[in-house]
């Protein structure tokens, strides 16, 4: 395992220097715009003291911007240097021509780019200032900025004719000094934080920084705003302690404050270096002030900072050296420890080459630690499954989150499916360099697994059909707990089901509840079974009947333990139970009326001879019939008017359909009425087929209806039958179609001899019919 863990630290080591030469920059329009806006409202913030203190500025911090955005962004960017002054200018009317505020404003972007170049033919990486040849680089690269910025701008100014030759060399000072105070405080500020961790911003020792800098402010203020007593000397003491304390972030953010506050008040008359003489002489006293005071704080800082340095890493070096010993006895005891583990263990750098594998890997793969170490999963598994582990992976170190996932592997002996815990695998710095995972077979619980949701699926789907759902009662504690059919079972929210058997009875229907315990009370106290039946309520008010049956298990005492049972919804049962008992007796009652109304038919009927006497009631009767049969396709809720008056009819339009028409809207009939009407109808085609315009040829007969006035009136017209005279005495048809409407339905039959035929009105009170929007579809196909 020697030569496991010599490969391991060999791919370790190469995928944290690959992740060391990563580097993370903004979007260059991004960084253009921002570098231009800053450099833009930090320029205009020096031209404004400048117009204040009539002269040049005594600080200039947009050169500290410009420098050190060059360096972390890129030199590409020194065009928004230019064009931030230029924005600057106009925004606070500055007195140069835009000729000369271009010109001023490229000299600004070539003087820091020319300064950022010189940083990195001196500075091989970034320049963070933790040393005091890093401060050195950056005094060397303030000194070349800002003496070509001001000797390009005071030559520009001086061809404009803005700056007399006589004050070139005073306007030139300032404006070196500003800027090199600009680059030394500002600049020095940009670049420290910058190397800042992110989580080093907000700490305890910020907290004191943040204290000694208000500290400093205040002792700065009473310097330069107390009169003209030379005591700048005060500012040494506490800023050297910030240079200790706090390193270069924090006195280089010490130097920015003293450089304001300084520049305030000498600006406004105010401090040691107000002399009374001209103005600019006291600007370069300042200058100079700032200047040494930021080169020598700054050194301190670099020094203090990179002794700190030599000694962590003379301690770092001994920790190492102790860290590799124990890091050698660790790494042989995990070797022994990861080869006699039965799971998969190994680990694998960002492109997904092993760095690490047990014992167990390798027999998975079949190979040798020297033949996996630097390869990857496609080298051993099928194209499927590697690329599913590539994908595992990186969505681990992308997210930075340990997963637990199933995984598969297909080899010659089958399909094996593991349980994976996979974590990104990570550097001292915490950057995800890897990933580490644990692989456990799990092939054989995961078969048990799905045979039990299989089996569990089959009685679900089983108790479904059955509409049953299982409960157990847990005897000592009285909690019931139910499988989640119950609720669909009893059309009950699951949340209103209380798990105990008062909860339970609060969803029986009250005049159940009495016989449900005493049943429960009893089985418990002397039976091994029990079975009841009851009513459970549902949420809208529906009454569901229920079979309960369970098996009680007792204690070695014999007292009971726990209750299994089965509720089983016996509802399509009683119902149909129900349903039996009143079709028996609607059956019973029909029949009855039915012989009535035959034994009425044979009993009334007159003929001169048998045959025809035989004819009538026959004709009678298949009329009954025909009105059962519409009755008996739509199960007796009625029959519609329309394909009733086709059926009786139809026997009389079956040569010639125009000699019968039938018109009227769709309207349901009662029982009752259908059969009334059915002989109605019979008696009133026979009649007509035997004297009456049906027995002539080119006789006809129409038949329609309405409903107005709370009534059905039916219209019987006969046609091309003219000088038809009313019988001398009522035939049997005749007391038929009175008996039908006027006795049976309430309603009036009138009689018409016109010259063209026999005309009969039928009205029938609305309570025996009523309209359908659409027609009969159960009638409509009988008639059919």
């Not at 086709?646 to 079956?654: M, W």
């Amino acid at each position: 395992m020697n030569e496991q863990s010599s490969l391991a630290a060999t791919a370790a080591k190469n995928a944290t220097g690959q992740m060391g030469q990563e580097e993370r920059r903004a979007s260059f329009p991004l960084f253009f715009v921002l570098l231009l806006l800053v450099y833009a409202l930090t320029a205009a913030a020096g031209l404004r003291w400048a117009t204040v203190s009539g002269v040049a500025s005594p600080i200039w911090p947009a050169a500290g911007v410009a420098f050190a955005a060059l360096l972390l962004g890129g030199r590409r960017l020194w065009p928004a240097v230019a064009l931030g002054f230029v924005l600057a200018a106009q925004l606070t009317g500055a007195d140069q021509p835009l000729v000369a505020q271009a010109a001023i404003g490229l000299s600004n972007g070539l003087a820091a780019l020319v300064a950022a170049t010189l940083v990195r033919r001196l500075q091989p990486g970034p320049l963070a200032l933790t040393c005091v040849r890093e401060v050195l680089v950056l005094v060397a690269a303030a000194a070349v900025s800002s003496a070509m910025a001001a000797t390009a701008g005071v030559g520009i100014l001086l061809v404009r004719d803005v700056v007399p030759l006589a004050a070139a060399g005073g306007v030139l000072e300032t404006w070196f000094f500003g800027d090199a105070v600009g680059i030394l405080s500002v600049g020095a500020l940009i670049l420290s934080l910058a190397g800042l961790r992110s989580d080093a911003l907000v700490t305890r020792r910020q907290v004191g920084l943040a204290v000694s800098l208000v500290m400093l402010a205040a002792i700065t203020a009473a310097v330069f705003f107390g009169g003209q007593v030379p005591r700048a000397w005060l500012v040494f003491p506490i800023l050297a302690c910030i240079a200790l304390l706090y390193r270069v972030p924090g006195a280089a953010a010490g130097l920015v404050i003293v450089s304001l506050v300084a520049s305030a008040g000498t600006s406004m008359g105010h401090g040691p270096f107000v002399l009374g003489g001209p103005a600019s002489a006291d600007l370069v006293l300042l200058q100079q002030f700032l200047t040494v005071t930021s080169l020598t704080k700054l050194l301190l800082a670099a020094a203090v900072h990179e002794r700190d340095s030599q000694l962590r890493l003379t301690d770092a070096i001994g920790k190492e050296l102790s860290a590799r010993e124990e890091l050698q006895r660790t790494t042989s005891l995990l070797n022994v420890i990861g080869d006699a583990a039965p799971s998969l263990i190994y680990a694998k750098d960002r492109e997904g080459r092993f760095i690490y594998a047990n014992q167990a890997v390798l027999e998975l793969y079949g190979c040798d630690v020297a033949e996996l170490i630097g390869r990857t999963d496609a080298d051993f598994a099928g194209p499927e499954d590697a690329a599913e582990f590539r994908r595992n992976d990186r969505r681990i170190m992308s997210t930075g989150k340990a997963e637990e996932l199933e995984e598969q592997v297909t080899g010659d002996s089958g399909t094996r499916i593991f349980l994976s815990v996979k974590a990104p695998l990570r550097n001292q710095g915490g950057q995800v360099i890897g990933i580490v995972g644990t692989s456990t077979d799990v092939t054989e619980r995961h078969q048990r697994r799905e045979e039990l949701v299989r089996m569990a699926q089959r009685a679900e789907t089983a108790q479904r059909a059955a509409r049953s759902s299982l409960y157990e009662i847990d005897v000592a504690t009285g909690l019931i707990s139910r499988d989640p059919l119950i609720a669909e079972l009893c059309g009950l929210a699951p949340d209103r089901i209380v798990p105990t058997q008062h909860g339970w009875e609060q969803h029986i229907h009250p005049d159940d509840v009495p016989a449900f315990r005493n049943t429960v009370r009893v089985a418990l106290e002397r039976f091994e079974r029990f079975a009841m039946e009851y009513r459970a309520v549902a949420a809208d008010g529906r009454h569901i009947w229920l079979a309960d049956t369970g098996q009680i298990e007792r204690g070695a005492d014999g007292r009971p333990t726990r209750v299994i049972g089965l509720v089983m919804d016996v509802t399509e049962r009683k119902v149909a139970e129900e349903r039996e008992q009143l079709l028996a007796r609607e059956v019973d009652h029909r029949a009855k009326n039915l012989l009535a109304v035959v034994q009425s038919v044979v009993q009334l009927t007159r003929a001169d001879d048998a045959d025809a006497l035989k004819d009538a009631i026959t004709g009678r009767i298949q009329s009954l019939a025909r009105a059962h049969s519409l009755l008996a396709s739509s199960r007796w809720s009625g029959v519609d008017l329309m394909p009733l008056a086709h059926e009786e009819l139809a026997p009389y339009a079956e040569r010639d359909s125009a000699r019968v028409t039938i018109d009227g809207p769709h309207l349901r009939l009662k029982p009752a009425a259908a059969q009334s009407l059915a002989l109605v109808l019979h008696e009133l085609a026979t009649n007509a087929a035997k004297y009456g315009a049906l027995s002539r040829i080119g006789g006809r007969v129409d038949l329609s209806w309405s409903v107005r006035d709370g009534q059905a009136i039916l219209q019987w017209h006969e046609y091309g039958c003219p000088g038809g005279t009313p019988p001398g005495r009522a035939g049997f048809g005749s007391k038929v179609i009175r008996n039908s409407v006027e006795r049976q339905l309430r309603g009036s039959v009138a009689y018409t001899w016109a010259d063209d035929g026999l005309q009969v009105r039928l009205a029938i009170p609305q309570d025996h019919v009523s309209r359908l929007a659409e027609p009969d579809a159960d009638a409509a196909g009988a008639a059919a």
